[in-house]
């Protein structure tokens, strides 16, 4: 019985004999792949440090065919009015999926007064947006698409073109068994988000024993990220955000009201969902408006305690941090650059020459999956990275340093 079939093009290169037998074994099971592929759940596979539990929603499974459209929508300017702008435009793989301006630019070069946010590890996200306006990935794709300072396209109109393409016509029968709608195109496009992740930092290897991972320095940041600067308080679990909404003051003067626009709430004002900061030395600028051109700055910014205002989050305060201790924080942001799914994929030429993984030879982003077929093996039981703040040694913040009232919060949050 097949209780599980898994081909990867790591698989087939790295480890001799069992693994070339898995591979002969692919070879010989890749037409029968193919052909249950399309009723087939996917799994994606682990990648060190993150959940291995991947939050699927029912009504839409991860298929190969919806990822692989998702993917071609992704890198496609014609989900543009004028055809000048994809999704990668902004979302740059090689900037894990965010861009260097301090704001987006969309078409006819008009700005939102918003950064591009990196867009590895969503899968896990609980609110979308800096605000939190969208609850789902599903939910949050076609607004870029329709938003008239991104790509400004009515959605009657991408419909339109898409049905109009042969090969996207295809690519929508064969993912959804239908012609092109607006629940599809967004189903197929956050199949594909969910496929960008980034784990296996130096971070990572360190949590799973490799103890020169992280070079010294980039420890005593970590000690530090728990400890003194209690950055942990806010940026928390595998993907060091906790999902919530928190006033810091980057907005204190800039007037965007954050995440009370959507719940009316005083208290809201000012307030922007915590970032994760996988990959955050690639991401620059920083903050929901690219206030800050380097995580220097960041940091200097949380030294000062962030900016004070009547809604400014209890967590912060002046930090009264060292030089030394700045660059040490700054090492450890540094080591949170990892591998970024599904880019590792293109560097395997070599073994998918050798015919062991059809997916991988298409480039840009060929997405690296093992499959497994649904109803073989139940795919429910979240199971959580080990949270790695609870085991580090921290750096202590000096007692005197801290007002009475807030030192009972001293203790990181659980997710
Ligand atoms: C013009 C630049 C631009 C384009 C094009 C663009 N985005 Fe974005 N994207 C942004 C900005 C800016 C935000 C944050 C907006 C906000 O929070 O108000 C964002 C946010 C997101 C988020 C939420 C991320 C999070 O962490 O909450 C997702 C998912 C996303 N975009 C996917 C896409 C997809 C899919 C496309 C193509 C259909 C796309 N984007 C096209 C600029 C862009
Ligand atoms: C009170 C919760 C909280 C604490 C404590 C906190 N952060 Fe943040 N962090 C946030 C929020 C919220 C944002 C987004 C703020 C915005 O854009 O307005 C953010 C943004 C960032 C960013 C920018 C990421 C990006 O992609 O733009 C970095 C880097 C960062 N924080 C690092 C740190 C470090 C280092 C510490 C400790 C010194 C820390 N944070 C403490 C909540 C927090």
């Known amino acids: 019985?097949?209780?599980?079939?898994?081909?990867?093009?790591?698989?087939?290169?790295?480890?001799?004999?069992?693994?070339?037998?898995?591979?002969?074994?692919?070879?010989?099971?890749?037409?029968?792949?193919?052909?249950?592929?399309?009723?087939?759940?996917?799994?994606?596979?682990?990648?060190?440090?993150?959940?291995?539990?991947?939050?699927?929603p029912e009504d839409n499974p991860l298929t190969r065919e919806k990822i692989e459209l998702g993917r071609r929508l992704f890198f496609d300017a014609l989900l543009s009015r004028d055809r000048t702008i994809a999704c990668a435009s902004c979302h740059q793989p090689a900037r894990a999926f965010s861009d260097s301006a301090r704001v987006a630019t969309g078409v006819r070069g008009q700005t939102r007064g918003r950064n591009v946010p990196t867009l590895v590890n969503r899968a896990w996200g609980a609110a979308f947006f800096w605000d939190g306006r969208a609850a789902s990935l599903e939910e949050t794709v076609l607004q870029p698409i329709q938003n008239r300072a991104e790509m400004d396209l009515p959605l009657p109109e991408l419909l339109r073109r898409l049905r109009e393409n042969p090969d996207y016509h295809r690519m929508f029968v064969e993912a959804f068994a239908e012609a092109p709608s607006g629940e599809n195109v967004a189903r197929a496009l956050a199949s594909y988000v969910r496929t960008l992740r980034s784990g296996n930092s130096p971070l990572d290897r360190y949590r799973a024993g490799d103890a020169g991972a992280l070079s010294?320095?980039?420890?005593?940041?970590?000690?530090?990220?728990?400890?003194?600067?209690?950055?942990?308080?806010?940026?928390?679990?595998?993907?060091?955000?906790?999902?919530?909404?928190?006033?810091?003051?980057?907005?204190?003067?800039?007037?965007?009201?954050?995440?009370?626009?959507?719940?009316?709430?005083?208290?809201?004002?000012?307030?922007?969902?915590?970032?994760?900061?996988?990959?955050?030395?690639?991401?620059?600028?920083?903050?929901?408006?690219?206030?800050?051109?380097?995580?220097?700055?960041?940091?200097?910014?949380?030294?000062?305690?962030?900016?004070?205002?009547?809604?400014?989050?209890?967590?912060?305060?002046?930090?009264?941090?060292?030089?030394e201790d700045k660059q040490s924080l700054l090492a450890f942001l540094q080591a949170l650059s990892g591998e970024v799914?599904?880019?590792?994929?293109?560097?395997?030429?070599?073994?998918?020459?050798?015919?062991?993984?059809?997916?991988?030879?298409?480039?840009?982003?060929?997405?690296?999956?093992?499959?497994?077929?649904?109803?073989s093996r139940p795919y429910r039981r979240p199971r959580r990275a080990p949270d790695f703040i609870a085991s580090v040694p921290r750096i202590a913040p000096r007692p005197h340093n801290l007002p009475a009232s807030r030192r009972r919060s001293r203790r990181p949050r659980r997710l």
């Open 216 to 323: 010294p320095q980039a420890r005593r940041g970590l000690a530090l990220f728990v400890g003194k600067a209690n950055c942990s308080a806010c940026h928390i679990g595998p993907n060091l955000t906790d999902e919530r909404f928190h006033n810091t003051g980057v907005a204190a003067h800039s007037g965007d009201p954050g995440r009370s626009r959507l719940t009316g709430r005083r208290e809201d004002w000012g307030a922007f969902k915590t970032p994760t900061l996988r990959e955050v030395a690639r991401t620059a600028p920083y903050m929901h408006d690219g206030r800050f051109g380097t995580l220097e700055q960041v940091i200097e910014f949380y030294d000062r305690g962030g900016n004070s205002n009547r809604n400014l989050d209890p967590e912060l305060r002046p930090l009264r941090l060292a030089a």
């Open 1 to 56: 019985m097949w209780t599980r079939i898994r081909w990867t093009v790591l698989g087939c290169s790295r480890e001799g004999i069992a693994r070339f037998m898995s591979c002969a074994l692919a070879l010989a099971m890749a037409v029968s792949c193919q052909a249950q592929s399309q009723e087939s759940t996917l799994r994606l596979p682990p990648v060190a440090g993150l959940d291995e539990y991947v939050p699927i």
């Open 341 to 375: 799914e599904p880019q590792r994929t293109q560097t395997r030429a070599g073994a998918s020459a050798a015919g062991c993984e059809p997916w991988s030879t298409q480039p840009p982003n060929a997405v690296d999956v093992a499959v497994t077929p649904s109803a």
